[in-house]
């Protein structure tokens, strides 16, 4: 395989974000279902900065094997004044007692489990429609009322 080809990371920003109260859907034929509201914080990069704005949230479903599968929309709103949408889809898995930790809202080190989406940016024409035109990946890690986030580029 010729390295031309190899695919990079560009960093692109970290994000965080207050979480509120989970609301239970409950148990579907799919798994079980919930809605995380997602509110305000920082997005913090060398190519973007500004803040999550609020009314997004992460609708949720933890399969039988236990993975929650995150599909997530959300806006931020760059420090210059333009509003992006983002939809943020993908897993987190771990250990049992490590995914037992998070539920009940301790402090847990991203790195004991996997926590890896892929967000889609909705962006204008114009300064951020770069967005617009790539892939990119994320890895995450979640609080008990909060959310970090951090986005590369695929290059």
Same mark, same amino acid.
């Given at each position: 395989?010729?390295?031309?080809? &190899?695919?990079g990371l560009e960093f692109v920003y970290e994000a965080g974000g207050a979480l509120g109260a989970p609301i239970a859907i409950g148990d579907t034929p799919d798994g079980t279902r919930r809605i995380i509201p997602i509110f305000s914080g920082p997005v913090e990069g060398p190519r973007i900065r500004g803040k999550l704005i609020g009314s997004g949230a992460d609708w949720q479903v933890t399969r039988s094997d236990g993975v929650t599968v995150a599909d997530a929309t959300y806006a931020m709103e760059t420090d210059d004044g333009v509003v992006i949408q983002i939809r943020n889809r993908g897993l987190r898995h771990g250990p049992a007692e490590v995914m037992q930790r998070l539920a009940r809202g301790e402090e847990v080190d991203p790195a004991d489990y996997y926590f890896r989406t892929i967000p889609e940016f909705i962006a204008p024409i114009g300064k951020y429609d770069w967005l617009n035109r790539s892939v990119f990946v994320c890895t995450?890690? &979640?609080?008990?009322?909060?959310? &970090?986030? #951090? !986005? #590369? &580029? !695929?290059?």
């Open positions: 395989m010729s390295e031309s080809i &190899r695919p995450g890690a &979640r609080y008990a009322n909060a959310i &970090r986030l #951090w !986005v #590369w &580029r !695929v290059t």
